[in-house]
């Protein structure tokens, strides 16, 4: 019994692997919407959308605070309820792209200033949750406040 669930794990992550036809993933339902903070469209921001059964998914505002989500990189998230986060950071020390990325979390956090509250940052604390619904157009609006 126990090298059966000892397996288990294994198999999933070889399952995942293995590029599952489209037919074994779950249906994907279109999500957009704007996120604005102190009543301003906030830019730049990376919105992650958390559903209770399902995959991460992740989108990026544009100038005006407009976003879409994608889950592992297709259009939509699964429906069912989810709780949200949002994050915004600017780089404090004009460092490229390559060298952020070759940096350490803590070098990192050195190098970037939140523009938001951090609570947001976390779905766990962000208080932000909604419900995707497959028969409705999920718009969402995100309104940040201090």
């Not at 921001?45 to 100038?63: Q, Y």
């Not at 419900?131 to 409705?136: A, C, H, L, Y």
Request: glycine share 8%; with cysteine; net charge neutral.
């Amino acid at each position: 019994m126990w090298k059966l669930i000892s397996l288990v794990p294994a198999l999933c992550v070889t399952l995942s692997l293995s590029g599952c036809s489209r037919s074994d993933r779950p249906a994907l339902y279109p999500v957009s919407g704007t996120v604005t903070y102190a009543g301003k469209p906030l830019p730049n921001a990376t919105v992650l959308l958390l559903p209770e059964k399902g995959i991460v998914a992740v989108g990026r505002s544009d100038a005006e605070g407009h976003f879409s989500l994608k889950t592992q990189g297709m259009d939509g998230v699964v429906a069912g309820p989810a709780k949200v986060a949002v994050s915004a950071v600017e780089n404090v020390k004009n460092v490229s792209i390559e060298e952020f990325e070759k940096l350490t979390d803590a070098e990192r956090a050195k190098l970037t200033k939140s523009l938001i509250p951090a609570r947001y940052g976390v779905h766990e604390t962000s208080g932000i949750t909604t419900s995707i619904d497959p028969k409705s157009k999920n718009e969402l609006t995100i309104e940040l406040t201090e």
